[in-house]
């Protein structure tokens, strides 16, 4: 029997906080993770042509997004999520993934789960998901629709961590904007995928997914591009006052993007 083409991923070691024991809350602590990924095609009819494989960047950035999206309290319940995370790509037929923690003693403390395509529940393709940015009095937005609450307008305290502090006024924005829609709040990416399958509108609060990425700015229109991005959505919306003019776009901005009076 011919086996499959694969690529991997090992020895990629990140710290983070890990754990169920009340000893590994507030502390940050090495895993090491190694992917092997089964492809659905084989290399030799590619042509040497980037596009046509799976990147090695989908298996970094899959492990980045897991770690991203929550805190975890089982390694097994985060290799899980890699696992979705790599398989939703339509090149990915099977894949191992083995975490370890490398801090718990002299040795590595781990899991290694093996899942294939139609075995897990893969992450939400956005392919449906509209990302609104919200800054007129609309009605609640029916779908998988995905809500950037506006700037809340108030002054920020001195002092700290400015962005943070601006992406947690968007929080406080953003579950003020759900209590006048009637609508729910999603923090985490598990969240959002989970609104997007089940067809239903949510409000973001950014704090959580965008903190750790300075690429994700802290203005509510270049978080709606960098969120967009990251669901992979159909396009984005701006619900903006009739006298407000439409914002620049980047150059490189990939999803499209359109204006709405509601």
């Known amino acids: 029997m011919e086996h499959p083409d694969r690529i991997h991923l090992r020895d990629y070691i990140v710290s983070t906080e890990i754990g169920a024991f009340q000893s590994e809350r507030g502390t940050q602590q090495r895993l090491r993770f190694n992917l092997s990924v089964d492809l659905s095609q084989p290399v030799s009819g590619v042509g040497d042509q980037v596009d046509a494989i799976l990147s090695y960047d989908v298996l970094t950035r899959a492990v980045e ?3 991203a999206d929550q805190r975890y309290n089982l390694v097994e319940t985060l ?3 890699i696992a ?5 790509h339509p090149n990915a037929a099977r894949i191992q993934v083995t975490v370890e923690k490398l801090d718990r003693g002299p040795f590595a403390l781990g899991v290694t789960i093996t899942r294939s395509t139609g075995r897990v529940e893969a992450t939400a393709s956005g392919a449906s998901a509209v990302v609104l940015l919200h800054k007129t009095a609309i009605p609640a937005p029916a779908g998988p629709v995905v809500i950037v609450p506006p700037a809340p307008g108030l002054p920020l305290p001195p002092g700290g961590d400015q962005r943070r502090i601006a992406l947690l006024a968007l929080d ?8 006048d829609l009637g609508l729910r709040v999603a ?3 598990t969240e959002l995928e989970h609104a997007i399958l089940a067809g239903h509108p ?18 509510p229109f270049g978080l709606a591009l960098w969120l967009a991005r990251r669901l992979d959505a159909r396009e984005v919306l701006l619900a903006l006052p009739a006298d407000e003019a439409m914002p620049d776009l980047p ?10 009076l509601g």
């Open 84 to 88: 979705a995370e790599v398989l939703a």
């Open 65 to 67: 997004t897991a770690l």
């Open 251 to 260: 150059a490189d901005q990939p999803v499209p993007v359109r204006r709405t």
């Open 202 to 219: 949510v409000v973001w609060a950014p704090a959580r997914l965008a903190a750790d990425d300075s690429g994700a700015g802290v203005d």
């Open 187 to 189: 923090e985490s990416r």
């Open 79 to 81: 290799a899980e999520k």
């Open 172 to 179: 406080q924005a953003a579950w003020a904007l759900a209590g």
